[in-house]
């Protein structure tokens, strides 16, 4: 298929990103562990396939110094991730038919909410494992 005919058939909708903050290590309660996945897929609008999908894992080891780190940390953390992921995605499409798509950076404002989300859930587990 020419690259033209298969590219305009693709639809690249932004990255997913999954978060996760598990709970602190039994031994030093001042590090916390950051999980972030990142997926990019592409679908073949006509024939709603998914012809690629990328698929990371990055995990942070995070020394707190008794705080809890703030969204604008752990976004920091997240933009690291994206800006390998990108560079992974450009060495494995490069000679593809897919070199054109590009990761996009990731928007502080649109995942505000899910860290903060995360952030909580891992402040209450926390407490009660602390409780324990």
Known sequence: MAKEHFSSNLEAPAEQYFLEIPPSEPADKDIIY???S??????NIPQQSRPFLANIFFHFKVKANNETPTPEFYFSLIETAVLNFAVYFYEKTK??????YKIQKANFELIRDDIQKAID???????INKAI
Not at 95 to 100: D, E, R
């Open 34 to 36: 950051f999980n972030v």
């Open 95 to 100: 000679k593809t038919n897919l070199k054109g």
């Open 121 to 127: 859930t891992w402040s209450r587990n926390n407490s």
């Open 38 to 43: 990142i997926e990019k897929k592409l679908v």
